[in-house]
């Protein structure tokens, strides 16, 4: 019995691939997303969560701390995001690399597949230096390119997400693309798409062969969160009076470390089990959680209190996990898009059926434009529409912007109305149009307001940018979210317009 208890010990889940995993689903507890395709869009996400975790993914429920940070960033131009650099503070002064270490999704996937049996390349002084360069990226792609577009264009540029993240292709685009609800998404994509699962298929591969490659070298979270470390709450201690400086620790490392709790240090705890003097441990202020008073050589009274606070702690943590599940799948449900009424010349037209699927007619709304003129819906039958669903906060929104002035002004004939969805969590859209000098546009603003809720009657989301097609007839021939081109536009029209 004895050895068949050491047996199944071994092979139990160490302690922080637990926690791993835990924070894995919290971070993406909203389970239902990842069958339906949907994004969570409810408050919680303007909250962030300490580790990487991409805001795109069908099952985040907050958002991903770098994202944030470079939207904060884009939009310094008209605010600051306080709470932004204020979270990144907190998270950086009371975890600091422990958050890489523990709490870290994309972490977790490169020591699976880093478990797979191949040759391996062990550190060096190449990858000593090469863990440099995710501070290069920090500073670059993070931090300044997103506030040179912000001040010299006006124009959102979250860089790292959009050009690099290997995180975000993986666990946004990879995972939403091949939900067959999201079949259409697959028409957009382009040479930039290509690029990122190039660099995901790289990053992949090389996770195969090279401990946690790109936590070593390309993440510039964890690059931001090393600069805590030395100061950190929670991270490795050496005592000093103990240690004798025989190096094991850092030889059997995988990071890149020069000595224990450094910026490299991802505070995995491995050191503390690796050094024969017990000088090295896992600290949480005072509170030690992992050391040579915590292990097997520990007096029986402390090992069993302490296996009884970690008993409780797990019920604890699963409880709230539970409840994080129940609510996010169960509670907080979105309301179902309304059903806007049909306006009374199609209904004795006799119309397809209210809606906003393919097919359906798109019910009538009325809105206020934002150059104080009212647009009614109805008053455009007869009339091929476009309706383009932006944020200020949405590069690839921005972007595509003049295709639909540039459509607008080819085609007077035509009606584009494009609607602001996010006015309480982003700059004044007013202020940035006229800014932009787009308010000589021909296009039709409007800003989405909790009266008239346009994003419920088209049946979006926070996903974007999204575009939805109506023919002559008001029916919706066009609903979809994702990057459209010029090309693809003259496409839409000559079918909206087709009798």
Known sequence: MAEIEKRIRSRRPAGRRLVQLYAALLYNANLKGFISGKLYAGPAKNLCVPGLNCYSCPGAVAACPLGALQNALAASRHTTGWYVF?????????????????????????????KIPSPKIRKSRFTRILSLLKYVILAVFVIEIPLYFAIRNNVPMPAFCKYICPAGTLEGAVVLLTNPANSDLRMGLGALFTQKIVILAVVVLACVFCYRTFCRFICPLGALYGLFNRFSLTGIRVDDSRCTRCGACVRTCEMDIRQPGDRECISCGKCVDRCARGAISLQCGKITLKGPDTGEDAPASRQKKRRGIIRALWCILLALLVLAVVYFNFIDVPREPAQAAASPEAEQAGSAAVGFRVGEQLGDFTCTLMDGS?????????????????STSCGPCVEELPYFEQLQEAHPDIVV?????????????????????????????????????????????????RTVVLNRRGEVIYNQVGRISPERLSDLLEKAESP
């Open 86 to 114: 204020g979270i990144l503070l907190l998270f950086g002064v009371t975890l600091g690399r422990t958050v890489c270490g523990w709490l870290c999704p994309f972490g977790l996937i490169q020591e699976l597949l880093h």
């Open 417 to 465: 109305l494009a609607f602001h969805c996010q006015p309480e969590l982003t700059p004044d859209a007013a202020t940035y149009i006229a800014e932009n000098g787009w308010d000589s546009w021909q296009l039709r603003f409007a800003v989405d307001t909790e009266d008239e809720r346009l994003l419920s009657i088209i049946g979006g989301d926070m996903s974007m940018p």
């Open 374 to 390: 009212e647009f009614r819906l109805a008053d455009t039958r007869g009339k091929a529409v476009f309706i383009n669903q932006w």
